[in-house]
């Protein structure tokens, strides 16, 4: 199977893929979260700096085509494990942010061959509470209102006037919440079995939390996540709610590079 | 044409809507008082008898975790009006079949009601309406695709005669189906499906099964209608008759005008209680994208701009509501007829909210006595 690599889209057999490609170097793939890819995040430019940035969109999420093959994270894993086993890229460099980091999770569990490091951001993906407790609030039985408190350290930012927005633009942010359900409907934003397989992961791994998340705290959820990846740091990262690559980019992209570099955190 | 009583078994006694923010999924069933229930469900089971009375047919439709409807297995009520009744055809429009996670009991509930009434029923399937999707429990996304898997199954395990088969597809996994009772009907109940969106309309259009439409009016109507028959017409389908079509919609006769309206306002209460928040009435991948683009740009898709603040008139004009004295209302019900190319059967949505008993029994009276002959002429009965 061979891989057409352009500017925009790329295609892993058979799926293709939107595409955001930035800067030179060892591969960074950058998994993006329910939010999907902003070309315009300041947190590309500044991961760039350090190698080239690959940022898919997934099937379902911006303008990346749904595949019909593709419905669950599992599929999301091994797909982007082919991309990496195509091209044959080495060393590379994951981050995964909330859904993205569960999909990162479930790619290092599977296999790290092609792994140097591994970055999650907010991860979701796991189960630590009892069967009546969510560790994740539902956002799909709660006001939009309410998600956007949750999820953001300032609600007002993410507030979208969808007046001032273009049709690609708000089918993009409709195509981004069909696509969440999709792949996190049940079980809710996790694999009960991920938890158990996190200890498979051998490589350097970095967990960063927003300091002020109140969609899943770094104190429970970020913490059982680390205790279950041998030798895995937690940092926080103040001024950021769940999405620190939105609301601190500066910040979580030079704690990524200390990270980088070869130190700890 | 053939007209169907149908009622939502809505428990209507509920606190100050300031007091809660949905009707539906979460409102605390504590609200429900269960000896007042066991009365409405008596009362909704003898209005059911006496339509079969005054010749009508009988539907039932479900619902879940939600006081505008308090049939959450169209399959146990109809259970009980199928020894009930005698001579009603018994349509369940319909059991949701993309919510449930089991569709060879689907086969089995409905063969049962079937052979319990001597083959009256009439298997309706729905998608579910989009509140259905946290209280049914499951994914809006690619549900079509999972509907139409549940249906193979399900008309294969009432087709199926010669001992089990099994079952391995995309959505469903199934050992050994081999159902008792099978259906009393051959090769099965007729099958209804409601239909919104062109591609749901071209699908049931293909399979000629009956398609129905609720409180869509007049332009909704003749869209999905022609959609049906555009998708024959390509397949080069013999042309559907008019018992395929179904529309459902409010509907009172008084003896006059304004007791006909008086008696709709009342039926109005199931749209004028609907307090349902956003995150249940667009759940993710529920609608077509293009659809969601376009509520987010302030549209509403049809009629459902005239649901949000609901007035007799409007819904009257646009054939939401047929209403007032029989006259009026035949020729309101003649007018869609002709606006959608003809159609065999009216689903009356003829009880809700405080219309009470004695109320609805009059509006059956008069559109039985008065307005049903006249509607047997339009098309052939089926």
């Known amino acids: 199977m061979t891989s057409n690599l352009s500017e925009h889209r790329l295609r892993v057999r058979g799926v293709d893929l939107e595409v955001v490609e930035r800067g030179q170097g060892p591969t960074i793939l950058w998994l993006h979260g329910e939010e999907g890819v902003d070309p315009g995040c300041p947190v590309l430019d500044l991961m760039a700096a350090h190698g080239r940035v690959l940022a898919p969109s997934h099937p379902g999420f911006g303008h990346s085509p749904d595949a019909a093959a593709i419905d669950t994270i599992d599929d999301l894993a091994y797909l982007y494990l082919d991309l990496l086993a195509e091209h044959d890229r080495r060393e590379v460099v994951v981050i995964g942010c909330s859904l993205g980091g569960w999909i990162a999770a479930e790619m290092a569990v599977k296999c790290t061959d092609r792994l140097a490091r591994l970055v999650l951001v907010g991860p979701l993906g796991i189960k630590v509470g009892d069967r009546e407790t969510r560790d994740i609030p539902d956002i799909f039985a709660l006001h939009p209102d309410e998600v956007r408190r949750l999820l953001y350290r300032d609600p007002s930012r993410a507030t979208v006037d969808y007046a001032a927005l273009t049709d690609d633009q708000l089918t993009v942010l409709a195509r981004n919440r069909e696509a969440t359900a999709l792949y996190a409907w049940e079980p809710y934003f996790h694999n009960p079995k991920l938890r158990q397989r996190l200890h498979r992961i051998t490589v350097p791994t970095l967990l960063v939390w927003g300091a002020d998340d109140r969609f899943v705290g770094a104190g429970y959820y970020g913490a059982a996540y680390r205790d279950a990846i041998p030798g895995a740091r937690l940092l926080t990262i103040d001024g950021a709610g769940h999405f620190p690559h939105v609301e601190a980019p500066a910040a979580l992209a030079a704690c990524i590079r200390r990270f980088l570099d070869g130190h700890d955190g | ?382």
Not at chain 2, 67 to 78: F, H, I
Not at chain 2, 148 to 159: M, P, Q, S
Not at chain 2, 170 to 188: A, T
Request: hydrophobic residues 40%; neutral net charge.
């Open chain 2, 1 to 382: 044409m053939r007209a169907w009583f149908f009622s939502e078994n809505a428990y209507h006694l509920l606190p100050d809507p300031k007091e809660y923010d949905s009707i539906r999924v979460k409102l605390p069933n504590r609200y429900y008082d269960p000896k007042i229930g066991a009365d409405l469900y008596h009362r909704f089971i003898d209005e059911w008898q006496i339509a079969e009375d005054l010749g009508l047919e009988i539907m039932v439709n479900e619902h879940h975790q939600t006081a505008t409807n308090l049939n959450p297995s169209a399959a146990v009520v109809m259970g009980a009006l199928a020894r009930d009744t005698r001579k009603a055809r018994l349509l369940i429009l319909g059991n949701p079949i993309a919510n449930r996670r089991e569709p060879v009991r689907v086969a089995e509930e409905m063969a049962m009601v079937d052979v319990y009434s001597r083959g009256r029923l009439e298997c309706g399937f729905v998608r579910g309406v989009p509140y259905e999707i946290s209280a049914g429990n499951h994914r809006p996304t690619r549900m079509m695709e999972r509907f139409w898997e549940a249906h193979d199954l399900i008309v294969k395990a009432w087709t199926s005669h010669d001992g089990p088969f099994n079952w391995e597809g995309k959505y469903f996994h199934h050992r050994e189906v081999n159902i008792w009772p099978r259906p009393y009907q051959e090769p099965h109940p007729p099958i209804w499906i409601t239909a919104l969106s062109p591609q749901s309309a071209r699908d049931v259009g293909e399979r000629g099964y009956v398609v129905a439409c609720f409180l869509t009016g007049l332009d909704g109507t003749k869209a999905v209608f022609g959609h049906y028959r555009e998708r024959r017409a390509e397949l080069k389908l013999p042309t559907a008759a008019p018992d395929r079509f179904a529309y459902a919609a409010l509907v009172y006769v008084g003896e006059s005008d304004e007791a006909g309206y008086a008696g709709a306002r009342k039926l109005m209460w199931y749209l004028e209680s609907n307090k349902v928040p956003p995150q249940f009435t667009s759940p993710p991948g529920y609608h077509p994208t293009a659809t969601t683009v376009n509520t987010m740009k302030g549209g509403s898709p049809g009629n459902f701009r005239l649901f949000q603040n609901p007035a007799l008139g409007p819904l009257m004009e646009v054939g939401v509501v047929f209403a007032g004295n029989p006259d009026s209302v035949y020729g309101q019900i003649k007018k869609m007829y002709d606006h959608v190319g003809g159609f065999g059967h009216l689903l009356i949505m003829g009880q809700a909210g405080f219309l009470d008993h004695d109320e609805t029994v009059k509006g059956m009276q008069m559109f039985a006595r008065e307005v049903y002959p006249r509607l047997k002429e339009l098309g052939p009965r089926a």
